[in-house]
């Protein structure tokens, strides 16, 4: 969630940018220096993409760029389903991934403004099923733990900055406390739910000392069950309550419904070869049990983009204001400690 001027933050950028080119999503918003964009810097944009298009190196794309509040590109490219020559649509819908990620922690926030937790309370004040949690050491022939204390528990800012000792389940972390997570059933989105799941870290070592270290983990969605915990409301209703309703995003959830079907876009990932090779979204037309606020959700260009300027206004959006300036404040700040910005993947 938060982000700021560090070492590590280029790496994060990086892969946030390559996120937005797979998802086939591309947004750019913000104030600019001179007065105007120029007419020829959006058809540069719009070519690009298009080139990458025709060369198969994506499949489409939904290009939007806004200033000042105001649109002034928003352009749909090549196929949202290439087999059937499908065309790219302006409110195609996408499975958006770690994009769910900043409205999850923008939930959060919304909670910590009504004065429900304190960013340095530890997590086990609000989720006891993790308290006492010991950090890995090494692991037995017989696939018991080798574990010593924490120096101090997990606090929600370091679980709200990856700093908190948590992995992520395979292929993106590795070793024997990602692999513990999967055999726990953790992040499973069709058999367990996030009260069924998230309990189950409590069972395994943290990766590392709390604080220690930035590594890109679960942490996201433990922050979707604290903020079923802190508002007694389950994950999907409070973000429909507190931020789809408000901000307009009505295109905007952990699934498709049936009528809009014809609209989810397919996934598509590099082959080896060059080519692009499909994978299956079938599964984000029925609803999830997992709401996985690390990358459950599906959206729209429009609908993305009205969160984003809502944080660009520091919290409000057409008079409806749904976080407070401090809280945006916070979030634009780095959060990580010094010594932890060149130690993480």
Do not use: C
Not at 290 to 305: E, V
Not at 309 to 314: A, I, S, V
């Amino acid at each position: 969630m938060f982000k700021g001027v560090h070492p590590m933050i280029g790496r994060i950028t990086v892969k946030f940018i390559a996120a937005l080119v797979s998802l086939n999503l591309i947004l750019l918003v913000g104030s600019f220096t001179y007065a105007d964009i120029e007419q020829a810097r959006l058809d540069a944009v719009t070519a690009d993409l298009q080139a990458r298009v025709d060369e198969g190196k994506l499949s489409g794309a939904v290009v939007m760029i806004a200033q000042n509040g105001e649109i002034q590109l928003s352009k749909a490219l090549g196929y949202q389903n290439v087999e059937d020559e499908v065309p790219m649509q302006e409110d195609t819908i996408f499975r958006i991934f770690s994009m769910t990620k900043p409205i999850t922690g923008t939930a959060l926030m919304v909670l910590y403004d009504e004065g429900k937790f304190e960013l340095s309370d530890p997590v086990e004040k609000y989720l006891p099923e993790l308290t006492g949690m010991e950090v890995f050491v090494s692991q037995n022939d017989d696939g018991s733990w080798v574990t010593e204390p924490a120096n101090h528990p997990m606090t929600i800012r370091e679980l709200m900055s990856h700093t908190g000792g948590l992995l992520y389940t395979p292929p993106l972390s590795q070793g024997p406390i990602a692999s513990a997570y999967a055999e726990a059933g953790i992040m499973n989105l069709f058999n367990y739910t996030l009260e069924e799941s998230i309990p189950a870290l409590g069972t395994i070592p943290l990766s590392y000392q709390p604080g220690t270290q930035w590594v890109y983990s679960i942490s996201v969605d433990v922050q979707g069950y604290l903020v079923e915990k802190l508002s007694g409301q389950k994950f999907d209703e409070f973000l429909q309550e507190r931020l789809f309703d408000p901000l307009g995003m009505a295109e905007t959830g952990f699934y498709v419904k049936p009528e809009n079907a014809d609209r989810l876009a397919r996934q598509y990932f590099p082959a080896q070869n060059g080519t692009l090779s499909r994978t299956d979204t079938g599964a984000f037309l029925n609803p999830p049990k997992f709401l996985s606020g690390g990358g459950g959700l599906t959206s729209t260009a429009g609908d993305y983009m009205k969160f984003v300027q809502m944080h660009l206004n520091g919290g409000e959006l057409n008079g409806k204001r749904v976080l407070s300036e401090e809280a945006v404040k916070i979030m634009r700040t780095n959060q990580l400690p010094d010594a932890v910005g060149d130690i993480g993947q």
